[in-house]
Every structure is written in C-alpha cells, then in structure tokens.
C-alpha cells in the first residue's frame, strides 16, 4: 500500500503533467504561431518512441555556448524524456533557428541552480523562473543538449 507521501507525490504528477499538456504547451505554442516569443523558451523536437513522428515541446532554456540546457520538471518520465531515453538525437529551435543535437540527461547536475540561471538577467526574473519551476515539478532533472 503506497504511503501518504507517495501518493501526494504522484497526485501532484499527474496534475501538473495534465496542467502542461492542457493548458501551458497549448498557450505557449498558440502565442508562438502569434509571432509571440518569450527568450527563455526553446522548443524541443524529439522523435516520438511508439509512433516514430516527430514531437515538440516548448520548455525553458538557456544556450551557453554549444549546449542548451533545459529542465525536465518530471525527470524520465516526461513524454518528451521517454523519447529522449529511446532516442537522443533531437532538433531544438532557440531564436527561430534550428538546430541539430544530442539530448543527456545529467542526474549529478544542481537542477536549483540551473533553474536559477534561465531568468535572465535581474536577481527578481531569477528568482520568479526558479519559484514557478519548483512550483511545477515533481521529479526534476537536467537535460543537456549538445549542439552541433
């Protein structure tokens, strides 16, 4: 029998992936076809475990250098993270270009920290980027993408 923790722990998964696939991808994406962009969003195309298609995700990220680095909130068992697993070869648009890479996920990565450096500049965009992150996860984990 699952304890209390446990299954607070998965009701909260399930909100906030049900959350996200209803409500936030939907509206990020419809703002994007707007011509609407935010900065900190990327959008992630991995090609879908089962139907072989491609998928996309838009998701907070931050460029440095040749790596793009983004949160997956729900850890490996986001969608977008099981394709991942299945296949790591992903396309990734940042600034309307796209470009090709290869997806890792880094458990040894301070996901707090780096969550705290997608606001930008301003200890306040920081500080707002890391809350509504942490607000919104149950199972965070970083994802690096090496950029060709």
Known sequence: MPTKSAD???????FERS??????NPVVTALDRLGIRSSLVVEVETIGRKSNEPRRVPLVGRLEGNDLWVISQHGRRAGWAYNVAANPNVRVRVNNEWRTGTATFEP????????RTFGGSGRFRQ?????????MESDPISVRIALY
Request: aromatic content about 4%; glycine content about 4%.
């Open 108 to 115: 040894d990565d301070d996901v707090r920290a780096r969550a």
């Open 127 to 135: 500080s707002a980027t890391a809350l509504t992150m942490r607000a």
């Open 8 to 14: 607070k722990a998965r009701r909260k998964f399930k």
């Open 19 to 24: 959350l996200g696939r209803m409500v936030m």
